[in-house]
């Protein structure tokens, strides 16, 4: 589990590998020793499966140990990968609204005209939030004084 903590990106997947070959063998060498620990005389055959299954106690936490490598691996490149998309992409805002400049240009809208229609979009933005302010109080109002 250590060589697979310090593995390189490359090699993790064979690390991975060769802890689940190992873990897989050791199940069926435990198999085999279980069925001789039931050959054992009656005073040592207690003895002897518990400590058989205690072994596969201690191999059933490497097994779980694994798992949750595995999990945290591909949970961290699955967010390197989202990461990566992220960085990759252009947010257009600016460019989005440059295109409508140059189209307004290319139709004969004169800057003015632009930037009159730039501001009206602002006022309408204080308007939206002012209305939304005044039907909150109205219905505050009707709930508080009609109940």
């Known amino acids: 589990m250590g060589r697979l903590e310090t593995a390189d990106k490359q090699s993790v997947h064979l690390v991975e590998n060769e802890i689940q070959a190992s873990i897989d063998q050791i199940f069926s060498c435990l ?22 299954d205690q072994l ?7 097994q779980t140990a694994l798992r949750n490598f595995q999990h945290r691996r591909h949970a961290r490149e699955q967010q ?12 257009t805002t600016n460019g989005t609204q440059k295109k409508i400049l140059d189209i307004a240009n290319m139709l004969g809208l004169s800057n003015t005209v632009m930037r009159l229609i730039e501001k009206r979009a602002f006022q309408d ?23």
């Open 125 to 147: 933005k204080y308007f939206m939030i002012g209305g939304m302010l005044v039907t909150l109080t109205v219905m505050f109002l009707v709930v508080h004084y009609l109940t």
């Open 31 to 52: 198999e085999r020793l279980e069925i001789l620990s039931s050959k054992e005389p009656p005073n040592k055959r207690q003895n002897a499966k518990l400590r058989v």
């Open 56 to 62: 596969k106690y201690d191999v059933q936490h490497l």
């Open 80 to 91: 390197e990968r989202q990461r990566e998309e992220l960085l990759s992409r252009t947010f």
